[in-house]
């Protein structure tokens, strides 16, 4: 599975971005699906994920409330619609297939990244 991340950007407080992640690979319908960031500094952290199917999801609790992960098996396509948006969600934020853990270790393919910037 290769993936491709898009949708970063610069936003002020309480804004919204909508990040996307394409993938390619006859597979990717059997693979659970994470969107993890990593700000300068730290270590990469889990922020939701999404079983196979789209029918569980589980989200950090940093972010309940305001993000929302979907998928499109069809598409091949994951999303994060990321809304009221505060300047600790700045980092690089990646997209994975995995096992659909919460844990970074258990994914074996990644996307290149994007970068968030939530200024006040």
């Known amino acids: 599975v290769q993936l491709q991340a898009s949708g970063g950007g610069s936003v002020q407080t309480g804004g919204s971005l909508r990040l996307s992640c394409a993938a390619s690979?006859?597979?990717?319908?059997?693979?659970?699906m994470g969107w993890f960031r990593q700000a300068p500094g730290k270590e990469r952290d889990f922020v939701a994920i999404v079983n196979w199917s789209g029918g569980r999801t589980t989200y950090a609790d940093s972010v309940k409330g305001r993000f929302t992960i979907s998928r499109d098996n069809a598409k091949k396509m994951v999303y994060l619609q990321m809304n009221s948006l505060k300047p600790e969600d700045t980092a690089v934020y990646y997209c994975?297939?995995?096992?659909?853990?919460?844990?970074?270790?258990?994914?074996?393919?990644w996307g290149q990244g994007t970068q968030v910037t939530v200024s006040s």
């Open positions: 994975a297939a995995g096992s659909g853990s919460t844990r970074y270790h258990d994914y074996n393919y």
């Open positions: 690979g006859r597979t990717f319908s059997s693979y659970g």
